[in-house]
């Protein structure tokens, strides 16, 4: 059974940080690509940034810079720190992997970023 719990979010100002964390179970992990993606209220979900099994990144135009995806394998985890935070980061963040053609998602985990 493939799991992700992700963790890490919060409340914090403008011009803040926050690491999320995502731990996933079930699944050869370092063979996998991840991504973070995020729903803001009354918003489609957006990719933010993706990592593949060999290391290579890829950010959304509106956190290029200011954010950084990486992975851990061995302890099955993938990170996101979030950097310069605005209130446009305001969303819940979800971590994805996908295997056999299905995407797996987490439940998310809400950031907030407000003065």
Not at 31 to 60: F, H, L, N
Not at 67 to 86: E, G, H, P
């Amino acid at each position: 059974q493939v799991q992700l719990v992700e963790s890490g979010g919060g409340l914090v100002q403008p011009g803040g940080s926050l690491r999320l964390s995502c731990g996933v179970s079930g699944i050869f992990f370092s063979s996998k690509a991840m991504g973070w993606y995020r729903q803001a209220p009354g918003k489609q979900r957006e990719v933010v940034a993706t990592i593949t099994s060999d290391y290579t990144t890829m950010y959304s135009d509106s956190v290029k810079g200011r954010f950084t995806i990486s992975r851990d394998n061995a302890k099955n985890t993938v990170y996101l720190q979030m950097n310069s935070l605005k209130p446009d980061d305001t969303a819940v963040y979800y971590c994805k992997t996908a295997r056999g053609g299905v995407d797996y998602w987490g439940k998310g985990t809400l950031v907030t970023v407000s003065s």
